[in-house]
């Protein structure tokens, strides 16, 4: 069933108690919402207890969803980011990023296509992110770990493909203003390195 079924036909049978087709749309789903919350939080076993928390309760509530107007996947990253929200103030801290070998190598064996931090420039970038405004931090984690487009992650995040536009463009041009600053980096001179990793050679790129 699960691979001829579509995302619509599976939501129907879900939302009628259908286990098996909410199991379809589990699979489609949960690896990019693991990653999500994984850089969110920055550990593991966190990111796998809010990923069943995630589908739990989005199984407990399917019958409301009703096509909100919104892809399902992009519901479910918005339960992902409330969840992710009230963990962050139950531990009143901010993301730490993953930097233990074994912990990162069984991420990227996981989701070889999601991983990110492969070297030390990108590790710096994931620390230079976790310093940003929770938004921000949204934003980037969706565009650079789960590749969404502007129009994706402005349905997920609840604003215009616009605001999205003009919300990476101020971030952008903060993360360079602060690895300028920031003498300790990996990036080398004018941030050069952060704008070839997020593969953007001038700011326009973006419009």
């Known amino acids: 069933m699960g ?21 379809v749309l589990y699979d489609r789903n949960v690896g990019s919402i693991y990653n999500y919350i994984f850089y969110r939080t920055g550990n593991q076993h966190d990111a796998e207890d809010l990923t069943a928390r995630v589908f739990y309760r989005a199984m407990r509530h399917i019958t409301n ?49 999601r991983a990110l931090l492969q070297n030390e420039e990108q590790q710096a970038l994931m620390r230079l992110i976790a310093r940003l405004p929770e ?10 770990v789960d590749h969404k487009s502007n129009a994706e992650v402005g349905q997920i995040m609840g604003r215009t493909e616009g605001a999205i536009k003009s919300l990476y463009h101020r971030t952008l041009l903060a993360m360079r203003e ?14 050069d390195r952060l704008l070839q990793f997020t593969n953007i050679r001038h700011i326009s790129d973006i419009m």
Not at 3 to 23: H, I, P, Y
Not at 178 to 191: C, T
């Open 178 to 191: 602060d690895v300028d600053e920031d003498s300790n980096n990996n990036f080398g001179e004018n941030g």
């Open 65 to 113: 969803y009703n096509d909100r107007g919104i892809p399902f996947s992009a519901w479910l990253y918005r339960i992902a980011h409330n969840l992710v929200a009230n963990w962050h103030r139950d531990n009143s801290r901010r993301q730490e990023v993953p930097l233990d070998d074994s912990q990162r190598s069984k991420v990227e064996a996981e989701h070889p296509e």
């Open 3 to 23: 691979l001829n079924l579509s995302d619509e036909d599976a939501l129907t049978k879900a939302a009628e108690g259908d286990r098996q087709a909410f199991g």
């Open 135 to 144: 938004d921000r931090q949204q934003l980037l984690i969706l565009k650079f």
